[in-house]
């Protein structure tokens, strides 16, 4: 059995260019992805980057503080995360500060001017019939008697042309035709505040039909009249629209349409919330030529929810035949309807592009938060204080570098070749992942990530002074230098196991209980710890194995680092005769 493995042994030490070859392909591989992709550079976080950090405060609703609870508030910021990484946002953090603010911060680059809007408007998200709506400032679409003529998926007077649609998923757009007459707004707004009648109501007093409607009358025109005067191209005005309004009432609205003019809506009480959308997502339909569309799933109770009211608007007439997907008070959809929906989904089609498309998915999916939250402050970060601090970072990473340098071309002398070189290697690979993994994982390099980066130089050059160390301890017991590499490296390979496992272990607790920007710091090194490894096995033992066969080295030069004077070698112990003992002459 001894035979065998010593041919395998052999075999193994004659052809190391196998593993400097491998690795070799690995980096051409990894350098060529990242030029192909066009991400030559690593993502920056918010501190060396540069972006904005919002502030978020949770306000309990009608005095209910009890809802602001660490279930809720965990909620919403897992929501929040979602919301912001569906639009890809790398490196976003969101996490909360005391009992009830949410810290977002949002690195600059693609897409994030999206997320700011998207994070900012943080109420819950309600599906609310329209009444009336006019472009602000221009012509009104509802009439006292408006005609039934036009189809009820058209587009409103004033409006902004190819009105979204909703209908159910996969099925062709029907055409209906309208069997009862649009209500004017205070009819409209009457009938809603009207209490209906239930099993349960029998045998209760009821309300005298002239309060109640004398009541409804009185709100309907106040609303209308608030609706009269309503300018949605004023931001103040637009911020206190809707402010206070419960979701069982009308309610004002704005929002723009799709060629960015400024929409005001009366809109009636919240038939299905947020919470019933399961979940939405944009697609291409390239089929029916469609374009980008959003297809929604309901919940079993959103589904005849909104299978009810899909079918009481179907009867009217534009723009009462819309439902508004209304988010902090803003209108961000109003597709029209031409039948009941009650399929249990449904797609919205319209004048949509991929972004477009997008963000309304993202809103249905992500939009509904279990509180309500204001936003505290919004403040731009500027890159130039983390340029600095990572300036300083990378000075001392330098500074260390060059010390740990210079001690191995003291201590080892040529062995620093080797050394160097698969830092070197490490350096490569380290850069070319993080270039990579931007895009691929949304990995983005803060200050703490930088930090990781520079403990792993400690940690790559104790893994060579192991090895060189074991096959110095080897020429000390008096073997050339093939023989030493051999026989080092098994107890060396063990070691450096052992102590990369426990920097992995150490690194990956860290990025699992931990959040923000220490994850970043958890990440890179043990990334860099998996580097290591990879660097050790397959690039510095090859490596040695090959510079062992040049004279310079096997011979011991004394700039080797291998001098087997220098080094105090001793002659075999086995080669060693031990004089033999004295005998007592009494025993003889």
């Known amino acids: 059995m001894a035979t065998p493995k010593k041919g395998r042994s052999a075999s193994a030490q004659s052809k190391p260019g196998r593993s400097l070859a491998l690795i070799l392909i690995a980096l051409v591989a990894l350098t060529g992805g990242m030029f192909a992709s066009g991400h030559t550079k690593p993502r920056l976080g918010i501190d060396l980057a540069g972006g904005t950090s919002i502030t978020l405060r949770a306000v309990p609703e009608a005095g209910n503080e009890a809802a602001i609870n660490k279930t809720n508030?965990?909620?919403?910021?897992?929501?929040?995360?979602?919301?912001?990484?569906?639009?890809?946002?790398?490196?976003?953090?969101?996490?909360?500060?005391?009992?009830?603010?949410?810290?977002?911060?949002?690195?600059?680059?693609?897409?994030?001017?999206?997320?700011?809007?998207?994070?900012?408007?943080?109420?819950?998200?309600?599906?609310?019939?329209?009444?009336?709506?006019?472009?602000?400032?221009?012509?009104?679409?509802?009439?006292?008697?408006?005609?039934?003529?036009?189809?009820?998926?058209?587009?409103?007077?004033?409006?902004?042309?190819?009105?979204?649609?909703?209908?159910?998923?996969?099925?062709?757009?029907?055409?209906?035709?309208?069997?009862?007459?649009?209500?004017?707004?205070?009819?409209?707004?009457?009938?809603?505040?009207?209490?209906?009648?239930?099993?349960?109501?029998?045998?209760?007093?009821?309300?005298?039909?002239?309060?109640?409607?004398?009541?409804?009358?009185?709100?309907?025109?106040?609303?209308?009249?608030?609706?009269?005067?309503?300018?949605?191209?004023?931001?103040?005005?637009?911020?206190?629209?809707?402010?206070?309004?419960?979701?069982?009432?009308?309610?004002?609205?704005?929002?723009?349409?799709?060629?960015?003019?400024?929409?005001?809506?009366?809109?009636?009480?919240?038939?299905?919330?947020?919470?019933?959308?399961?979940?939405?997502?944009?697609?291409?339909?390239?089929?029916?030529?469609?374009?980008?569309?959003?297809?929604?799933?309901?919940?079993?109770?959103?589904?005849?929810?909104?299978?009810?009211?899909?079918?009481?608007?179907?009867?009217?007439?534009?723009?009462?035949?819309?439902?508004?997907?209304?988010?902090?008070?803003?209108?961000?959809?109003?597709?029209?309807?031409?039948?009941?929906?009650?399929?249990?989904?449904?797609?919205?089609?319209?004048?949509?592009?991929?972004?477009?498309?997008?963000?309304?998915?993202?809103m249905l999916s992500y939009g509904a938060l279990p509180l309500t939250f204001k936003v505290d402050s919004m403040t731009t970060v500027t890159a130039a204080l983390g340029g600095d601090q990572l300036q300083a970072g990378l000075i001392a990473g330098a500074i260390g570098l060059a010390l740990v340098v210079i001690y191995l071309l003291v201590y080892y002398r040529g062995l620093s070749f080797i050394a160097i070189l698969s830092l070197l290697v490490s350096a490569a690979l380290t850069y070319t992942l993080m270039a990579l993994l931007g895009p691929a994982i949304g990995f983005a390099l803060n200050l703490p990530a930088v930090c990781g980066a520079i403990v792993a130089i400690g940690i790559t050059a104790d893994s060579f002074i192991v090895f060189f160390e074991r096959v110095r301890d080897e020429i000390r017991e008096g073997r050339t230098l093939r023989p030493a590499v051999e026989r080092a490296w098994p107890r060396a390979r063990r070691t450096i196991l052992v102590s990369d496992f426990v920097s992995f272990l150490a690194a990956a607790v860290l990025f699992i209980v931990t959040v923000g920007k220490v994850r970043g710091f958890a990440f890179t090194l043990g990334l860099t710890t998996l580097l290591d490894v990879v660097v050790v096995f397959l690039f510095t033992k090859p490596l040695l194995t090959l510079m062992a066969r040049r004279k310079f080295f096997a011979s011991g030069h004394k700039w080797s680092g291998l001098d087997p004077k220098s080094l105090g070698a001793q002659p075999p112990l086995r080669r060693t005769r031990r004089p033999a003992a004295p005998v007592d002459p009494k025993e003889a």
């Open 73 to 362: 508030m965990d909620t919403a910021v897992s929501i929040m995360e979602r919301r912001v990484n569906g639009l890809g946002v790398s490196e976003a953090e969101v996490q909360t500060q005391g009992d009830r603010n949410i810290v977002v911060n949002i690195p600059k680059g693609t897409n994030s001017e999206q997320a700011r809007k998207q994070v900012g408007t943080t109420a819950k998200l309600y599906f609310r019939p329209v009444l009336a709506t006019e472009v602000s400032g221009g012509k009104g679409t509802a009439s006292p008697s408006p005609s039934p003529t036009g189809s009820p998926s058209g587009t409103p007077s004033g409006g902004a042309g190819d009105k979204p649609e909703a209908t159910d998923k996969g099925s062709a757009s029907p055409s209906a035709t309208p069997t009862t007459q649009g209500r004017a707004v205070t009819d409209a707004l009457k009938a809603d505040a009207t209490p209906s009648a239930s099993a349960s109501d029998k045998g209760k007093a009821s309300p005298s039909p002239s309060a109640s409607g004398g009541s409804a009358e009185a709100d309907a025109s106040a609303l209308q009249a608030k609706y009269a005067k309503l300018d949605c191209t004023d931001g103040k005005t637009r911020s206190t629209v809707g402010d206070g309004v419960k979701a069982s009432e009308p309610t004002l609205a704005c929002g723009k349409n799709s060629q960015g003019q400024w929409q005001k809506y009366v809109l009636g009480p919240a038939k299905v919330d947020g919470t019933d959308v399961d979940k939405a997502q944009a697609t291409l339909d390239t089929q029916r030529g469609a374009g980008w569309t959003v297809q929604m799933d309901f919940t079993d109770g959103g589904a005849k929810k909104f299978g009810d009211i899909t079918g009481e608007l179907a009867q009217n007439q534009p723009p009462q035949n819309q439902f508004a997907i209304v988010l902090d008070g803003d209108v961000v959809s109003d597709p029209s309807v031409k039948e009941a929906l009650t399929s249990g989904n449904a797609e919205i089609s319209g004048n949509f592009n991929q972004q477009s498309a997008q963000e309304l998915s993202n």
